[in-house]
Nanobody, 120 residues
Framework: QVQLAQSGGGLVQAGGSLRLSCAASGRVFDIRTMDWYRQAPGKQRELVAGIRSGGSTNYADSVKGRFTISTDRSKNTGYLQMNSLKPEDTAVYSC??????????????WGQGTQVTVSS
């Protein structure tokens, strides 16, 4: 009923920038919450940033001041702007969202994940 499709990511040098997108399609009335997680090889998945429908945001301490989460509700899309990237930001990044489908029902799910690699 709802799908999340990620785009962006890739290989960038340290200090560079990337923007990840997470587009919701299907029965989408509103995006209530969207979170971005990442998982590096051999490490646990960690929450990077989150945004709520009221506009409140939260960030992991490791990315504060460098990453910005946002949503464009006209496009049903969320974004993670990543600046001043560091090699330790290398990971698979995945979005998840709680979507209001407009009939008092909701959907929760994940994007497919995308690799971000930062070279030193």
């Amino acid at each position: 009923q709802v799908q999340l499709a990620q785009s962006g990511g890739g290989l960038v040098q340290a200090g560079g920038s990337l923007r990840l997108s997470c587009a919701a399609s299907g029965r989408v009335f509103d995006i209530r919450t969207m979170d971005w997680y990442r998982q590096a090889p051999g490490k646990q998945r960690e929450l990077v940033a989150g945004i709520r429908s009221g506009g409140s945001t939260n960030y992991a301490d490791s990315v504060k001041g460098r990453f910005t989460i946002s949503t464009d509700r006209s496009k049903n899309t969320g974004y993670l702007q990543m600046n001043s990237l560091k090699p330790e930001d290398t990971a698979v990044y995945s979005c998840n969202a709680l979507v209001d489908m407009g009939d008092e029902s909701t959907w929760y799910g994940w994007g497919q994940g995308t690799q971000v690699t930062v070279s030193s």
